[in-house]
């Protein structure tokens, strides 16, 4: 029998753990690859997502019983990354001030994950997609409210046109960025002015 030193894993759990640990390496690199390809063109195939991933097929449904179950990961992640970035921007004092901070903030996140939402749509029932939209709008709606309030924000237009045309402008901003129409460093700026413009 074996004598096995306390604080020694067994012979057998070695493996194991290497083969764990190898599972997590290619479930993190499917998803970064997925989110990365899907964000540019909802479309992407599994093929093409494992090839950017470096694994197999074989690997990618061994983590992932099908695409779309790949793609609710990705939308799920995305969803939660951006609740957790917006939740740490500067809300207070000037509405427009705040407004901007949150748009530029908004584009990144935009940019980073873009057509992932209309992966999500594919696969993700209506329900789910409006709540992953909840949160974002509920944040720019309270700036929207506040600055109409204060005379900053023009109000003899409905706030859910307002609302649109933000994401019109967020989403055509990245567009514009992956046609070469404008750098990505240029964006958060094109897109607070033109915003702002917009709404004064």
Known sequence: MTRIEPGVPAEDEVPDRGRRADAVRNIEAIVAAATRLLAVNPDVSVNEIAKAAGVGRVTLYGHFDSRATLVGEVVDRAIAHTDAALAEVDLDGDPRQALGRLLEATWHLTHRFGAVVVAGSQVLSPEQIRRAHDEPAARVRGLLVRGREAGEFRSDVPIEWQLSV??????????????GEITAEDAPALVRDTTLAALS
């Open 166 to 179: 933000i994401q019109a402008i967020l989403h055509g901003a990245s567009a514009a960025v992956h046609r």
